[in-house]
Protein backbone atom coordinates (compact mmCIF):
# COMPACT_ATOMS: atom_id res chain seq x y z
CA UNK A 1 0.00 0.00 0.00
CA UNK A 2 1.71 3.49 -0.92
CA UNK A 3 1.59 6.01 1.72
CA UNK A 4 1.91 9.91 1.57
CA UNK A 5 3.21 12.58 3.61
CA UNK A 6 0.64 15.19 5.26
CA UNK A 7 1.06 18.24 7.20
CA UNK A 8 -0.16 17.30 11.24
CA UNK A 9 0.56 21.12 12.32
CA UNK A 10 1.96 24.34 11.05
CA UNK A 11 5.45 23.34 11.41
CA UNK A 12 7.25 20.99 9.25
CA UNK A 13 6.30 17.70 11.18
CA UNK A 14 4.92 15.24 8.96
CA UNK A 15 2.98 11.82 9.26
CA UNK A 16 2.94 9.04 6.18
CA UNK A 17 -0.57 7.42 6.58
CA UNK A 18 -1.79 5.37 4.09
CA UNK A 19 -3.50 6.81 0.46
CA UNK A 20 -7.16 5.63 1.65
CA UNK A 21 -7.03 8.27 4.84
CA UNK A 22 -8.88 11.38 3.97
CA UNK A 23 -5.37 14.00 5.20
CA UNK A 24 -8.99 16.13 6.38
CA UNK A 25 -8.56 13.75 9.04
CA UNK A 26 -5.93 14.75 11.08
CA UNK A 27 -6.05 18.97 10.65
CA UNK A 28 -6.88 20.31 14.02
CA UNK A 29 -10.36 21.86 14.78
CA UNK A 30 -10.30 25.45 15.29
CA UNK A 31 -11.33 25.96 18.98
CA UNK A 32 -14.88 26.68 19.42
CA UNK A 33 -15.79 30.62 20.24
CA UNK A 34 -18.87 31.10 22.60
CA UNK A 35 -20.81 34.30 22.90
CA UNK A 36 -20.26 35.94 26.40
CA UNK A 37 -24.15 35.69 26.58
CA UNK A 38 -24.27 32.18 26.69
CA UNK A 39 -20.99 31.84 28.65
CA UNK A 40 -23.12 34.22 31.27
CA UNK A 41 -26.69 31.78 31.23
CA UNK A 42 -24.67 29.14 31.38
CA UNK A 43 -22.89 30.16 34.45
CA UNK A 44 -26.21 31.88 35.70
CA UNK A 45 -28.14 28.13 35.26
CA UNK A 46 -25.14 26.57 37.28
CA UNK A 47 -25.65 29.22 40.24
CA UNK A 48 -28.68 28.66 40.19
CA UNK A 49 -27.95 25.10 41.42
CA UNK A 50 -27.37 22.91 37.80
CA UNK A 51 -24.22 20.78 37.66
CA UNK A 52 -21.81 21.29 35.32
CA UNK A 53 -21.86 17.46 34.53
CA UNK A 54 -26.13 18.44 33.52
CA UNK A 55 -24.86 21.55 32.06
CA UNK A 56 -22.20 19.82 30.25
CA UNK A 57 -24.56 17.18 28.54
CA UNK A 58 -27.39 19.87 27.23
CA UNK A 59 -24.96 22.22 25.65
CA UNK A 60 -22.26 19.72 24.41
CA UNK A 61 -19.48 20.99 26.01
CA UNK A 62 -16.40 19.45 28.24
CA UNK A 63 -17.14 19.80 31.51
CA UNK A 64 -14.10 21.66 32.13
CA UNK A 65 -15.31 24.10 29.20
CA UNK A 66 -18.28 24.82 32.08
CA UNK A 67 -16.20 24.51 35.50
CA UNK A 68 -13.55 27.07 33.82
CA UNK A 69 -15.96 29.69 32.71
CA UNK A 70 -17.86 29.57 36.54
CA UNK A 71 -14.48 30.00 38.10
CA UNK A 72 -13.31 32.99 36.01
CA UNK A 73 -16.96 34.37 36.81
CA UNK A 74 -16.23 33.76 40.42
CA UNK A 75 -16.79 36.86 42.69
CA UNK A 76 -13.64 36.63 44.66
CA UNK A 77 -14.38 40.15 46.76
CA UNK A 78 -14.78 43.89 46.26
CA UNK A 79 -13.30 47.05 45.00
CA UNK A 80 -12.65 49.80 47.23
CA UNK A 81 -16.17 51.21 45.73
CA UNK A 82 -17.86 48.27 46.89
CA UNK A 83 -18.68 46.74 43.51
CA UNK A 84 -17.80 42.74 43.31
CA UNK A 85 -14.47 41.39 41.32
CA UNK A 86 -14.09 38.65 39.74
CA UNK A 87 -11.25 35.87 39.49
CA UNK A 88 -10.89 37.47 36.11
CA UNK A 89 -10.80 40.97 36.90
CA UNK A 90 -8.41 40.35 39.66
CA UNK A 91 -5.98 38.69 37.54
CA UNK A 92 -6.39 40.99 34.78
CA UNK A 93 -4.99 43.59 37.77
CA UNK A 94 -3.04 41.77 38.78
CA UNK A 95 -1.09 41.20 35.54
CA UNK A 96 -1.15 45.27 35.19
CA UNK A 97 0.57 46.12 38.34
CA UNK A 98 3.42 43.76 37.31
CA UNK A 99 3.85 45.04 34.13
CA UNK A 100 3.95 48.81 35.88
CA UNK A 101 6.45 47.67 38.38
CA UNK A 102 8.28 46.04 35.64
CA UNK A 103 8.27 49.30 33.58
CA UNK A 104 8.91 51.62 36.88
CA UNK A 105 12.18 49.60 37.50
CA UNK A 106 13.02 50.09 33.77
CA UNK A 107 12.63 53.91 34.09
CA UNK A 108 14.82 54.24 37.30
CA UNK A 109 17.37 52.36 35.49
CA UNK A 110 16.82 55.07 33.08
CA UNK A 111 16.77 57.78 34.99
CA UNK A 112 20.22 56.59 36.98
CA UNK A 113 22.08 56.47 32.93
CA UNK A 114 20.66 59.51 31.65
CA UNK A 115 21.84 61.13 35.53
CA UNK A 116 25.05 59.74 34.63
CA UNK A 117 25.42 60.97 31.53
CA UNK A 118 25.00 64.51 31.86
CA UNK A 119 27.71 65.01 34.60
Known amino acids: ?9 MTTSYLSVPKSVDPE ?10 STESKSSIIALYNEGRSANSLANEYHLAVQTVTGW ?6 IGT ?3 GKPVTRVQFNAVQ ?13 KIAAVLLGEHRK
Open 79 to 81: DVT
Open 95 to 107: KEVTRLKEENEIL
Open 70 to 75: VKKAQI
Open 25 to 34: FFYIMKAKRY
Open 1 to 9: MQEKKIPIN
